[in-house]
């Protein structure tokens, strides 16, 4: 049985776009989180984490002390595991959708999220997640998992998406 959506697409399609959506309509039922850019005077600083209840934390910078490096971006893996647990609970409660934007390269470099977003899938709460296109052992898992549904965003798509994904949530 399907009980896992994975959004994946070329990059700035609409995927956090439309599981931002998604998680508005929810309301509360929705728990996880979002990624944002940060832009300084029009150039793309780094990027943040957003959770669904409206917290802030630095996922990436171009001049950050750390070092873990996503192309030009250093990665705060200290900053995106403070707030794990509280993004995606260990134990959902009935009737949560968990919301993961995004399953990217610089959350992969965190084991931690690895192990996450392995319960998350395990959980008995459906998933709606976002995931880098490429190769990388975790994305081959999770590609392989017989509960998963792959839905790649497109421009003609895109608009519809967050409907049929809460219809799909219904059933």
């Known amino acids: 049985m399907i009980k896992n959506l ?3 697409g070329r990059p700035g399609i ?3 776009t439309v599981v931002r959506k998604v998680a508005e309509r929810l309301g509360d039922r929705a728990v996880g989180f979002y990624t944002v850019e940060v832009r300084k005077a029009g150039r793309r600083e780094g990027f943040d984490v957003v959770t669904l209840d409206g917290r802030r934390g ?3 910078r171009r001049r950050l002390d750390s070092p873990h490096r996503v192309g030009r ?3 705060d893996l200290a900053a995106l595991e403070a707030l794990l647990d509280e993004l995606i609970p260990p134990a959902p409660e009935p009737g949560q959708v968990l919301i993961i934007d995004e399953i990217g ?4 470099l965190s084991e931690r999220f690895v192990a996450t977003l ?3 899938l395990e959980s ?6 976002t995931m880098m296109r490429g190769q990388h052992p975790v994305v081959r898992r999770v590609l392989q998992r017989p ?6 965003v497109t421009m003609s798509n895109r608009d519809q998406l967050p409907e049929q994904i809460l219809s799909w949530l219904i059933r």
């Open 6 to 8: 994975i959004l994946t």
């Open 14 to 16: 609409g995927k956090t």
């Open 58 to 60: 630095i996922l990436a």
């Open 73 to 75: 971006y250093r990665v």
């Open 105 to 108: 390269k610089m959350e992969l």
């Open 118 to 120: 392995m319960r998350a």
């Open 124 to 129: 008995p709460a459906p998933v709606i997640a």
């Open 147 to 152: 509960d998963v549904r792959v839905v790649e």
